[in-house]
């Protein structure tokens, strides 16, 4: 077998095709665009990041040292707004799924390529007006909104923050009308419904979460906005409104939300455990189902977040019923990325530590997502750490794992260099010991009474703080580490060739980075999803392509 | 694992350059307007959700309230945009057959119907403001405080609750007629490059698809007209 020839540097691709800051700004190009996304949801990452840190410092110590209340209110609301909306919900879909879902279907871009440049500019508007809202004073609302406390008592910067919401909720809604029109006009010759990878499907799926509930937390905070400037009596239960009614509205959003960065993450991961084990996903069609019965099952159990808030206990025990429900697609994903481990070829690169770590943590949060959708457990750890502990466990440890391991694994296509694998492996061991060591403790301390949304606490909780802060540090290290070995692999790494994993999938047959139309000709597909040939004749797909490189 | 190519066709100008041909276009460009309007339609339907909310726990209050609409002006706007849909059928049709002249004339219909339809609701809203009917302290000045006497409270309805019913009222028609707005701007859109000749039977997507929004519309009217005026004729009103 020949030595594989890496791709000429002179070659064009996607990043050297044009140069200047405006040949950016102004780019169509879905993989631009994916790369605009991914410096600026790192940027409110890290925002979000710091206003962790502090809380995790105010808690260090039972009393309010650190912080005093007011600001701790702040700083928790900020942390929840600024991670949920601009981090969590874009994280994958605007940067992997902008980047993926054209090439891994064979179209040259989305559908609609201005549509997607202007996704961006909206979710830099509504940033820019939330990070308005923070200088100008804050919110500390929590990231809920709770109604009559934001509409009427809070002091705080309520209308700014909601707007920056608003806004961005619309590119939300774009990307997601853009990847449902992609996928189904888009596809390459060949390309069927059932040889998508479920990366694909889980981003339509998640598509579909975001068109159908963004609207409606868009008309929310409207609602919410109009209540707060001029008193019309909606949510105000003094002339007749009813708070609880924006608590429904709300939650019909937000609980989908969870799914928007959830679903995603499912996609990655199972790219992830077939193409590491080298083995064909078990039971394609049942991984690719659950996440449309995830999605559709997302919108029947909002009411689980209402047990305590005056809703009938008859439309309580039917939300937590469907509550159950949704945890059985969830749990036919563990049980086939597991099946399909087994006796699978499986190699431990970053990528797959990261999979690794998400079933795991995605199993806790899940567990303990039945807990909660028990009656009377949910009203037990109502407002607890328990229930903080459980939903980092599914948004950070399901999210943010499917995230870097995804970023990780297409970050040779992407950026057309190798990371570092030694250092990889490292920071994804130590993001999961961090991440258990903080969260962990706060399922025991929530589940003895410790209430959320408190600066000051019973000094018997102290120890478990303690050991959060610890993780937490250790959590913050991990984070940093990639930051740095990404950037640096930029230009210091080694240069990646087409297909470094040799892998069948569809973006993995052009060359690293791609050109700016993905493919030299529209491919046309005659293999299934995760069909994996001999290695000689995935060989034969990479030099195919480099032998069109030294041509060109 | 061989790869084979497909051909690309001639373009016609209106061809964008990553879809592989304009009936991959058209496609693409009618299914992001149907996914677009399904969002539409999650956007009314939280207002859609307050609505039945608060007439089922204030009944009285809301037919009265409903009762002091003008059913005249009401029933006209439903009339006149009724008509618009059917222009902006004849616009797409004309579109599709290459008539130029009759499309150009179904366009500049549907406009003057739409301007015609705001004219009316604002003529509308001009009464609410003169009677005081303005919820809240939307606007400045002048707070809702309708006369006693007009509004004929019966026994069941309070005045807090009839100014819930126009806050409804004017969010829901607000937004639609936000809505309207954004439509004859779209049309006005579609007639400059009706007069420069760009669309034929080959490539009328736009005009389609603007069709689609401009029918959407009219469709949330048909559910806000009864809804809203309509609400506990039979009881009497005046």
């Given at each position: 077998m020949e030595e594989f020839i890496p791709p000429l540097p002179s070659r064009i691709n996607y990043i050297n095709a044009e140069y200047g800051l405006k040949s950016w700004l102004l780019t169509r190009d879905h993989k631009r665009i994916a790369l605009l996304y991914l410096g600026s949801i790192t940027f409110f990452f890290f925002i979000?990041?710091?206003?962790?840190?502090?809380?995790?410092?105010?808690?260090?110590?039972?009393?309010?040292?650190?912080?005093?209340?007011?600001?701790?209110?702040?700083?928790?609301?900020?942390?929840?707004?600024?991670?949920?909306?601009?981090?969590?919900?874009?994280?994958?879909?605007?940067?992997?799924?902008?980047?993926?879902?054209?090439?891994?279907?064979?179209?040259?871009?989305?559908?609609?390529?201005?549509?997607?440049?202007?996704?961006?500019?909206?979710?830099?508007?509504?940033?820019?007006?939330?990070?308005?809202?923070?200088?100008?004073?804050?919110?500390?609302?929590?990231?809920?909104?709770?109604?009559?406390f934001s509409t009427t008592f809070s002091n705080s910067y309520v209308v700014a923050t909601g707007l920056g919401i608003f806004i961005n909720g619309f590119s939300s809604i774009l990307t997601g009308l853009n990847f449902i029109v992609t996928i189904h006009t888009m596809r390459a010759p060949g390309m069927t419904w059932f040889r998508l990878p479920l990366f694909i499907w889980a981003h339509y799926a998640t598509s579909l979460v975001m068109i159908l509930g963004t609207p409606v937390i868009a008309i929310t905070i409207l609602l919410l906005a109009f209540e707060r400037l001029a008193h019309i009596g909606i949510f105000d239960p003094a002339?007749?409104?009813?708070?609880?009614?924006?608590?429904?509205?709300?939650?019909?959003?937000?609980?989908?939300?969870?799914?928007?960065?959830?679903?995603?993450?499912?996609?990655?991961?199972?790219?992830?455990?077939?193409?590491?084990?080298?083995?064909?996903?078990?039971?394609?069609?049942?991984?690719?189902?659950?996440?449309?019965?995830?999605?559709?099952?997302?919108?029947?159990?909002?009411?689980?977040?209402?047990?305590?808030?005056?809703?009938?206990?008859?439309?309580?025990?039917?939300?937590?019923?469907?509550?159950?429900?949704?945890?059985?697609?969830?749990?036919?994903?563990?049980?086939?990325?597991?099946?399909?481990?087994?006796?699978?070829?499986?190699?431990?690169?970053?990528?797959?530590?990261?999979?690794?770590?998400?079933?795991?943590?995605?199993?806790?949060?899940?567990?303990?997502?039945?807990?909660?959708?028990?009656?009377?457990?949910?009203?037990?750890?109502?407002?607890?750490?328990?229930?903080?502990?459980?939903?980092?466990?599914?948004?950070?440890?399901?999210?943010?794992?499917?995230?870097?391991?995804?970023?990780?694994?297409?970050?040779?296509?992407?950026?057309?260099?190798?990371?570092?694998?030694?250092?990889?492996?490292?920071?994804?061991?130590?993001?999961?010991?961090?991440?258990?060591?903080?969260?962990?403790?706060?399922?025991?301390?929530?589940?003895?009474?410790?209430?959320?949304?408190?600066?000051?606490?019973?000094?018997?909780?102290?120890?478990?703080?303690?050991?959060?802060?610890?993780?937490?540090?250790?959590?913050?290290?991990?984070?940093?580490?990639?930051?740095?070995?990404?950037?640096?692999?930029?230009?210091?790494?080694?240069?990646?060739?087409?297909?470094?994993?040799?892998?069948?999938?569809?973006?993995?047959?052009?060359?690293?980075?791609?050109?700016?139309?993905?493919?030299?000709?529209?491919?046309?597909?005659?293999?299934?999803?995760?069909?994996?040939?001999?290695?000689?004749?995935?060989?034969?797909?990479?030099?195919?392509?480099?032998?069109?490189?030294?041509?060109? | 694992m061989a790869e084979s190519y497909v051909e690309h066709e001639v373009s016609h100008p209106a061809l964008q350059h990553h879809f592989e041909n304009l009936e991959q276009q058209r496609e693409a460009g009618t299914l992001g307007m149907w996914v677009f309007l399904v969002t539409e339609i999650m956007f009314f339907g939280g207002m859609f959700l307050a609505y039945t909310l608060y007439r089922s726990k204030f009944p009285a209050a809301f037919a009265i309230a409903s009762n002091h609409l003008d059913i005249k002006l009401g029933a006209i706007n439903t009339a006149v945009l009724i008509f618009s849909s059917f222009t902006m059928a004849m616009?797409?049709?004309?579109?599709?057959?290459?008539?130029?002249?009759?499309?150009?004339?179904?366009?500049?219909?549907?406009?003057?119907?739409?301007?015609?339809?705001?004219?009316?609701?604002?003529?509308?809203?001009?009464?609410?403001?003169?009677?005081h009917l303005i919820p809240g302290s939307l606007i400045p000045g002048n707070p809702f405080n309708p006369d006693p006497h007009e509004m004929h409270l019966t026994p069941g309805g309070s005045m807090q609750h009839v100014q819930m019913f126009y806050w409804i009222y004017f969010a829901m028609t607000g937004m639609h007629a936000l809505h309207m707005i954004i439509g004859v701007g779209l049309l006005s859109f579609l007639l400059y490059f009706s007069v420069k000749g760009r669309y034929s039977p080959e490539y009328h997507n736009p005009v389609e698809v603007i069709g689609l929004y401009w029918h959407f519309v009219d469709i949330v009217w048909i559910f806000l007209f009864p809804l809203l005026y309509l609400l506990g004729r039979h009881t009497g009103g005046h």
């Open positions: 979000g990041g710091v206003y962790a840190m502090l809380i995790r410092l105010e808690l260090l110590t039972p009393q309010g040292d650190l912080l005093q209340s007011t600001t701790y209110n702040k700083v928790f609301t900020q942390h929840g707004i600024i991670m949920v909306f601009f981090f969590l919900i874009p994280s994958i879909p605007a940067t992997l799924g902008n980047f993926l879902v054209p090439m891994m279907i064979g179209a040259k871009d989305l559908a609609f390529p201005r549509i997607n440049l202007l996704s961006w500019y909206i979710y830099m508007l509504g940033g820019g007006v939330t990070i308005y809202a923070l200088l100008a004073g804050g919110v500390d609302t929590g990231w809920t909104f709770y109604t009559p002339v007749g409104g009813d708070p609880v009614l924006f608590q429904h509205l709300f939650w019909f959003y937000s609980h989908p939300a969870v799914y928007i960065m959830i679903l995603p993450s499912m996609g990655v991961v199972s790219e992830l455990i077939a193409n590491f084990s080298r083995k064909n996903i078990f039971g394609y069609s049942f991984v690719a189902f659950s996440s449309l019965a995830i999605a559709v099952f997302g919108f029947l159990v909002w009411g689980h977040h209402l047990f305590v808030s005056s809703q009938s206990l008859y439309a309580g025990m039917i939300f937590s019923f469907l509550s159950f429900a949704v945890a059985v697609p969830s749990a036919i994903k563990v049980f086939n990325w597991t099946a399909t481990l087994y006796k699978g070829s499986i190699s431990f690169d970053t990528p797959m530590l990261y999979a690794l770590g998400f079933i795991g943590l995605f199993t806790i949060g899940g567990m303990t997502g039945l807990f909660l959708a028990t009656l009377g457990v949910n009203v037990h750890v109502t407002d607890t750490y328990f229930i903080v502990a459980h939903f980092h466990y599914i948004m950070v440890g399901g999210a943010i794992f499917g995230y870097l391991g995804g970023l990780h694994y297409w970050w040779p296509k992407i950026s057309g260099r190798m990371y570092p694998d030694g250092w990889g492996r490292f920071s994804a061991l130590l993001i999961f010991a961090g991440f258990n060591l903080t969260f962990f403790p706060q399922f025991v301390a929530g589940y003895l009474g410790m209430p959320r949304r408190y600066h000051a606490y019973p000094p018997e909780f102290q120890v478990f703080n303690v050991l959060s802060t610890a993780g937490a540090s250790i959590l913050a290290v991990g984070y940093l580490i990639p930051a740095v070995y990404l950037v640096w692999s930029m230009r210091y790494g080694k240069v990646a060739p087409g297909n470094p994993w040799h892998l069948p999938g569809l973006e993995w047959r052009t060359q690293s980075p791609p050109p700016t139309e993905n493919f030299d000709y529209t491919p046309v597909v005659t293999w299934e999803a995760y069909e994996f040939a001999p290695p000689e004749e995935m060989e034969v797909v990479g030099k195919y392509h480099d032998q069109t490189a030294e041509k060109v | 616009a797409v049709y004309n579109t599709q057959v290459g008539k130029r002249r009759a499309q150009i004339i179904s366009l500049v219909l549907t406009i003057v119907l739409g301007l015609g339809f705001l004219g009316i609701k604002a003529v509308e809203y001009y009464q609410k403001y003169e009677d």
